[in-house]
Nanobody, 123 residues
Framework: QVQLVESGGGLVQAGGSLRLSCAAS????????MGWFRQAPGKEREFVAA????????DYADSVKGRFTISRDNTKNTVYLQMNSLKPEDTAVYYC????????????????WGQGTQVTVSS
């Protein structure tokens, strides 16, 4: 079992930066792939980024490539999402996800979700 708690959301102006964190419970964090999703008002939840268990492989949605970076620290049971050059369309609730395989995390079928953290980008 994995429990996930996100933090780091907030209000930022367009062009600014934020770093989200997701702290995971459990002694097997390093065996899980991790990911970030987001859901804007009136829209479906969408994939943002994923990282494999070691941090050696990452994937990004086209809309965030070159602006967002996912990373993890297995000694701290934490995954991060560094968000730069933020745009108003990045406004959403951001969710952390976990699963045994990066592919299942990316499809939203990893099985574990955090409660979400709000990111608001003003124009």
């Amino acid at each position: 079992q994995v429990q996930l708690v996100e933090s780091g959301g907030g209000l930022v102006q367009a062009g600014g930066s934020l770093r989200l964190s997701c702290a995971a419970s459990g002694r097997t964090f390093s065996s899980y792939a991790m990911g970030w999703f987001r859901q804007a008002p009136g829209k479906e939840r969408e994939f943002v980024a994923a990282i494999n268990w070691s941090g050696g492989s990452t994937d990004y949605a086209d809309s965030v490539k070159g602006r967002f970076t996912i990373s993890r620290d297995n000694t701290k049971n934490t995954v991060y999402l560094q968000m730069n050059s933020l745009k108003p369309e990045d406004t959403a609730v951001y969710y952390c996800a976990a699963g045994r395989l990066r592919s299942t995390v990316m499809s939203g079928d990893g099985g574990y979700w955090g409660q979400g953290t709000q990111v608001t980008v003003s124009s």
